[in-house]
């Protein structure tokens, strides 16, 4: 493979430094003006680099001509699975019977039935902020509120949330400093008790999602067929780690972008009709999950570049939200009334995350809550970044709330 013009440039999509130091944004606008698709070369195997917001789309939308199944994250080129790790890892028809399975869990009538549960959550931990006093919004906010939401959603004790965040931890690369062997304990931990859930549901199922997982196929007369324990597994596994992740660091770096744009934070109190479009505006501005991985199923072309059969694709989120062919001159500015706002930060196509409802109930629950109690916010130290090119996650933001 020849490396495209700007490929030593895209080389430091996977520098821990870019992202521990919160701002790989002057990289992506120099890819997609210099080279939207690119080859990186990497030890293990190269990929494509793909950052702009039309391409980034289409191949999210076309699970069969660029599929999850041969790995999602470019850590996992040339690697093969018995059982797919999670259900991102799937392509249809297997992808469309686990989403049909999972899917009522996350139904916006179901979501709606959890606001109040969301709402007094939010209030307990919002409680704890002293007026002008500064706040670690990661550790005291962020962290504790998604988790306790997905201890309910799961029906599991709520306060077990310590022990899912270190294991949420594990999963994602580059969030913790700890070494594979750690990495993989934890997470036999985590596989462990979610079986161990899953198999108290079966003899004593309640109303929560855990028991319709677990009793799939059960019904003598549904003909339905029951999950493996790797399928379990998986599922429950994914609803804690994707459950909690994408939606802390929205919270985290939403309001961190806020305390830094005092304006926009004004603009909120003035109109709070405008808090359900600041929610996209901030998942567009944070993207969550900076970038997940296709393989080309077939030889075909991205923006009239040749990719090869077998050939990894990195869609880079993160970039596509901030491309100014789409969102305009303006793309890399935070604007709480940004409209249309076409962001790709749950993905797109087969695999828009199932979790989209929930996140969006959450951050505006959050916002809500704040705007009630405080009329500024403002930054009160450095912010820590994780240095996972994988997760825009924040270690820690001090903020004073006004």
């Not at 790995?71 to 991102?88: K, N």
């Not at 670690?136 to 306790?148: A, G, I, K, N």
């Not at 750690?182 to 109303?207: F, H, K, N, S, T």
Request: aromatic residues 8%.
């Amino acid at each position: 493979m020849t490396p495209a013009s700007g490929a030593a440039d895209a080389a430091r999509l996977l520098d821990p430094s870019l992202y521990s130091g919160g701002d790989p944004f002057e990289l992506y606008a120099d890819l997609r003006r210099s080279s939207p698709v690119c080859w990186v070369d990497r030890e293990g195997g190269g990929f494509w680099a793909v950052t702009t917001h039309p391409e980034v789309s289409h191949i999210g939308a076309d699970p069969g001509a660029f599929c999850s199944s041969r790995g999602i994250l470019v850590d996992e080129i040339g690697t093969t699975y018995e059982s797919p790790p999670t259900m991102m890892h799937t392509d249809p028809p297997q992808h469309t019977r686990y989403r049909r399975l999972v899917q009522p869990g996350f139904k916006p009538s179901m979501v709606r039935l959890m606001e109040a549960g969301v709402k007094a959550k939010a209030r307990v931990l919002l409680d704890r902020i002293e007026r002008g006093q500064v706040f670690d919004v990661v550790r005291e906010l962020s962290v504790p509120f998604p988790l306790q939401v997905i201890c309910e959603l799961l029906g599991v004790d709520g306060s077990q949330w310590p022990r899912f965040f270190d294991w949420s931890e594990a999963v994602i690369p580059g969030e913790v400093e700890q070494s594979e062997e750690q990495r993989a304990a934890l997470q036999a931990e985590m596989w462990e008790y979610l079986i161990g859930v899953a198999e108290e549901r079966r003899r004593r199922p309640a109303g929560d999602l855990v028991s319709v997982l677990a009793n799939v196929g059960s019904d003598p007369g549904g003909g339905g067929e029951a999950l493996s324990e790797a399928e379990l597994a998986m599922f429950l596994i994914q609803l804690l780690v994707a459950g909690n992740e994408t939606t802390r660091n929205l919270l985290s770096g939403g309001l961190v972008a806020l305390a830094e744009n005092p304006g926009q934070w004004a603009m909120l109190q003035a109109d709070r009709s405008l808090v359900p479009s600041a929610v996209e505006e901030l998942l567009r501005w944070t993207t969550p999950v900076i970038s997940f991985m296709r393989t080309a199923t077939a030889a075909t072309t991205i923006r009239g570049v040749a990719v090869a059969e077998g050939d990894p694709v990195l869609l880079v989120y993160a970039s596509a939200n901030r491309d100014e062919e789409v969102f305009g001159p303006d793309s890399d500015e935070l604007r709480i009334d940004r409209h249309p706002n076409p962001h790709v930060s749950f993905g797109f196509g087969p695999h828009f995350c199932l979790g989209a409802a929930l996140a969006r109930l959450e951050g505006r629950v959050i916002l809500d809550e704040l705007l009630d109690r405080f009329e500024s916010v403002s930054i009160a130290g450095p912010v820590e970044r994780t240095a996972s090119p994988v997760i825009a996650g924040v270690r820690q933001a001090q903020l004073v709330f006004g």
